[in-house]
């Protein structure tokens, strides 16, 4: 990071690859507790949130409180008019509760009185008689046997159970779906929803913080499968002088695609927009 000649601006020189969209910083500054602290979003969208720590709260104009993350227990807040917030942060940060905690008493309330059950000294009749059902029912269970199900065709695209956290904001949290081979798929939603998100992870681009993806029934980012998705995002970064039969074969490079001879027939999996 480097001082530029403009005042409190700073210059980063971070190598972008070829299709890449999105950049993450994250830096540290200094706080005094119970100061107001203020800032400014220099972004024109809607993709910007504060995030603090389980116990620590944020108070200030323009702070719209979406509730707590599951797995850590920090709060999200969103941003409710304007691009400059000042805030004032109270409390301190505190561990996230075990999933499984026990908060109970161990030696308050009543005593649990063991009672068994009027049977439990009936338990080898009981046996007995059971296993006399089951000889008798086992010649008919026997004599026709249904037939085996069908097997159920297999997936194009199946989510199951997908993660995504940027820090501590979950964008995606536990997505679930499939699509049959041969059919089109639109994922719509408003902005900061995640589909940009789940997209390049099933694309194989980003990995998902839980949960796994499957092309036909295969990983995404092994080679043989990026081989068969297409993928277009909101940059394509394509030269605007350049035609298709000259930058198909310049994207292919970066996936390993091989020559026109060993090309899979069936072509392309289940084409993919976001909207």
């Given amino acids: 990071m480097d001082k530029t000649s403009t005042p409190d601006v700073y210059a980063v020189d971070f190598p972008v690859k070829p299709g890449e969209t999105r950049v993450d910083l994250s830096y540290t500054v200094p706080?005094?507790?119970?100061?107001?602290?203020?800032?400014?979003?220099?972004?024109?969208?809607?993709?910007s949130y504060l995030i603090s720590a389980n116990g620590v709260t944020l108070q200030g104009d323009n702070l719209n409180d979406l509730g707590l993350e599951p797995r850590t227990q920090a709060h999200i807040y969103g941003f409710t008019g304007g691009?400059?917030?000042?805030?004032?942060?109270?409390?301190?940060?505190?561990?996230?509760?075990?999933?499984?905690?026990?908060?109970?008493?161990?030696?308050?309330?009543?005593?649990?009185?063991q009672?068994?059950?009027?049977?439990?000294?009936?338990?080898?009749?009981?046996?007995?008689?059971?296993?006399?059902?089951?000889?008798?029912?086992?010649?008919?269970?026997?004599?026709?046997?249904?037939?085996?199900?069908?097997?159920?065709?297999?997936?194009?695209?199946?989510?199951?159970?997908?993660?995504?956290?940027?820090g501590d904001f979950p964008?995606?949290?536990?997505?679930?779906?499939?699509?049959?081979?041969?059919?089109?798929?639109?994922?719509?939603?408003?902005n900061g929803a995640g589909k940009t998100t789940l997209l390049r992870i099933i694309a194989g681009f980003s990995r998902p913080?839980?949960?796994?993806?499957?092309?036909?029934?295969?990983?995404?980012?092994?080679?043989?499968?990026?081989?068969?998705?297409?993928?277009?995002?909101?940059?394509i970064s394509v030269y605007d002088d350049s035609r298709p039969s000259r930058t198909s074969p310049c994207s292919a490079g970066f996936t390993a695609w091989p020559t026109r001879a060993a090309r899979p027939s069936n072509g392309w999996s289940v084409p993919a927009w976001s909207a």
């Fill in 209 to 235: 913080g839980r949960g796994q993806v499957r092309i036909l029934g295969n990983p995404p980012r092994e080679t043989q499968t990026r081989q068969r998705i297409g993928f277009i995002g909101h940059g």
């Fill in 83 to 113: 691009a400059a917030y000042k805030i004032v942060l109270t409390g301190t940060a505190q561990a996230a509760p075990p999933e499984n905690a026990d908060t109970s008493d161990s030696d308050s309330g009543q005593r649990i009185e």
């Fill in 171 to 190: 964008a995606l949290r536990d997505v679930r779906l499939e699509a049959a081979p041969g059919s089109c798929l639109a994922l719509i939603g408003r």
């Fill in 115 to 166: 009672i068994m059950p009027r049977i439990y000294g009936q338990a080898k009749p009981i046996l007995a008689l059971a296993l006399g059902i089951l000889a008798l029912a086992w010649p008919c269970s026997t004599a026709r046997r249904p037939q085996p199900k069908p097997r159920r065709p297999m997936s194009a695209v199946a989510v199951d159970g997908v993660w995504k956290f940027y």
């Fill in 31 to 47: 706080y005094t507790g119970g100061a107001a602290y203020a800032g400014k979003i220099v972004t024109k969208d809607d993709d």
